[in-house]
């Protein structure tokens, strides 16, 4: 079992950075793949990025490949993401969540608004 919280959301102008924190519980955490989303008011979550239980692999969506950088310390059981050069269109709520290799996203955090204005 993984219980995740997110932090670090909030206002900026477009332009700007904001760096989304995911503290993990549970002795276990470096096991688990950690994947950020995001989801806009009336839409379905979309993926946003992705991390290897090491670290060594990261994923991206298009849209924010070269802004966004995904990380995570393991020793603090905790996950990042960096989100640099904000876009209005990146306005949403975050979410973190965790996955097993070979199974799907089976943990979420509650999410963390994220308001980029214009």
């Known amino acids: 079992q993984v219980q995740l919280v997110e932090s670090g959301g909030g206002l900026v102008q477009a332009g700007g950075s904001l760096r989304l924190s995911c503290a993990a519980s549970g002795r276990t955490f470096s096991r688990y793949i950690m994947g950020w989303f995001r989801q806009y008011p009336g839409k379905e979550r979309e993926s946003v990025a992705a991390i290897s239980w090491s670290g060594g692999g990261t994923s991206y969506a298009d849209s924010v490949k070269g802004r966004f950088t995904i990380s995570r310390d393991n020793a603090k059981n905790t996950v990042y993401l960096q989100m640099n050069s904000l876009k209005p269109e990146d306005t949403a709520v975050y979410y973190c969540?965790?996955?097993?290799?070979?199974?799907?996203?089976?943990?979420w955090g509650q999410g963390t608004q994220v308001t980029v204005s214009a």
């Open positions: 969540a965790a996955r097993a290799a070979g199974q799907s996203y089976d943990y």
